[in-house]
């Protein structure tokens, strides 16, 4: 029986850490992004709702595949089971750091 994969990635968009899990990670066809496929959402009873997951549920809601900047991950993790995705608010700074070219090309002379 094949293991399934799940990768956990952590990752910064708008001042926001968000938390998410998909079956698929890799480095895409689009130099300098990361892409992710197949996000999982855990299957929870209708009774209980977990308010953090369930923003992440709403803005991922049919998303088949999404590109993330290299630059805003901040790391990437497979994991054996499948955690609770979450947002929230970067700590320590109110400063964003701004974004550094990945290539820079050298001299033309």
Known sequence: MAASHIFKVV???????YE??????????????????????GERS?????????????EFEGVKRTYLPLHSVLRVDEVRQQGISKV????GSNVTPFPMPMYTPG???
Do not use: C, W
Not at 46 to 58: F, G, I, N, Q
């Open 11 to 17: 990752f910064v968009n708008q001042g926001k850490v």
């Open 20 to 41: 998410i899990y998909a079956r698929k990670v890799s480095h895409g066809a689009l130099f300098g992004f990361i892409e992710v496929e197949d996000i999982v959402f």
């Open 46 to 58: 209708a009774v209980v709702v977990d308010p953090s997951e369930e923003k992440v549920k709403a």
């Open 88 to 91: 929230s608010t970067m700590e």
């Open 107 to 109: 001299d033309k002379k």
